[in-house]
C-alpha cells in the first residue's frame, strides 16, 4: 500500500541546511496500522506530509498502490491523492463557508465516491447528527476535529495519514474515532498511519516507528 524508500528531507538555505529526515525507509502493507512517534521536531509530520504527497521529499521513492508520487506531475498527483489518500491534520481546515453536512461530502465529491449511507454511519458513530446545518465556527474545537475525521472517511480513501487526530478529544470521543478509522481500515482494505504522541494510541496501532535524529528505530 505505503513504501517508503531512502526518503531524505532537509529544509533552509544551501548554507544552512538542516536535515530533518536522513534516509527513511518502511513498509506499511494494506489492512496494516502503524503508530509513528518520536520527539517534537524529530520529523513525524514532515514524513506524514511526503507520504501524502503534500510535500516532495529531496530523494528518495513514495509508493502508493505501486505508483511513484515523486514521478508524477502535479495534476496528475492531485487526481491520485483525491482518490485514495487522505489526510487528517492537526488543524481541521474546515471550509468556513459550508456547513457541516458539505464539508463532510465535499471530499467523497471529489472523489467521486458519495455513498450516503457510509457517511450517516460515519456522521452518527463519531457524534455529529445534531451539527450537520451548523457551520464549522459554531463548533468547539473537539467537534471540528470529528468533522475533519468523517470528511476524511467519507470518501472510504485506501491510504489514510493523520496528524495526532485525537489530540484534542475527550478520552471517550478520542476512542470512538479511532474505532471508527479502525473498522474503515477492516472493511476497505485500506491501510492507516497515525502520528501520535500518546501510547495509548500508539498501542491500538499494528506496530509502531519511532523517529529519531533522522532516521527510524
Ligand atoms: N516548511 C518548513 N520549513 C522549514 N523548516 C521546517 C518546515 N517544516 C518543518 N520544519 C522543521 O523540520 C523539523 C521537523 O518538523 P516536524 O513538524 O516534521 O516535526 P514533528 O516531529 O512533527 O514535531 P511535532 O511533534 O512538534 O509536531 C523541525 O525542526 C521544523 O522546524
Known sequence: MLK????????GDSDARVPVLRGVSFDLAKSQTLALTGESGSGKSTLLHIASGLEAPDSGSVDVLGRDLTRMDDSARAAFRRTEIALVFQQFNLIPSLTVAANISFQAALSGRVDQAHIDTLVQALGLSEQMAKYPEALSGGQQQRVAIAR??????KLMLADEPTGNLDEQTADAVLDQMLDLVAQSDAALMVVTHSPKVAARMDRTLHLAGGHIL
Do not use: Q, R
Not at 4 to 11: A, H, N, P, Q
Open 4 to 11: 517508503i524508500t531512502s526518503v531524505k528531507k532537509s529544509y
Open 152 to 157: 476524511a472517511l467519507a470518501a472510504k480513501p
